[in-house]
Nanobody, 118 residues
Framework: QVQLVESGGGLVQAGGSLRLSCAAS????????YGWFRQAPGKEREFIAAIRWSGGSLYYADSVKGRFTISRDSVKYAVYLQMDSLKPEDTAVYYC???????????WGQGTQVTVSS
């Protein structure tokens, strides 16, 4: 099992920034990819960004490309999502997830709320 704990959400004005953190523990060797997703009220869960742990390949959704940056800390075994130029439409619960096979996320965190006011 892999345990994921997100933190860093909150309320921010449009144009502001937030940095989300995801601390991974447990059998982390089973996870090759770490990703961020979000789900707004009444909407389906949406892929935001992903990083391959080995090699650091990055993947982004078009909706956040150029504004959000995913990164990792190999020492702390943590994944981060730096969110800049936030918009009200970025308001959602943000989830960290881990996968052994690309696209097949098996482990999920509990989520952290991000609210962007206009």
């Amino acid at each position: 099992q892999v345990q994921l704990v997100e933190s860093g959400g909150g309320l921010v004005q449009a144009g502001g920034s937030l940095r989300l953190s995801c601390a991974a523990s447990g059998r982390t060797f089973r996870s090759t990819y770490y990703g961020w997703f979000r789900q707004a009220p009444g909407k389906e869960r949406e892929f935001i960004a992903a990083i391959r742990w080995s090699g650091g390949s990055l993947y982004y959704a078009d909706s956040v490309k150029g504004r959000f940056t995913i990164s990792r800390d190999s020492v702390k075994y943590a994944v981060y999502l730096q969110m800049d130029s936030l918009k009200p439409e970025d308001t959602a619960v943000y989830y960290c997830a881990a996968a052994y096979i690309a696209g097949q996320y098996e482990y999920w965190g509990q989520g952290t709320q991000v609210t962007v006011s206009s």
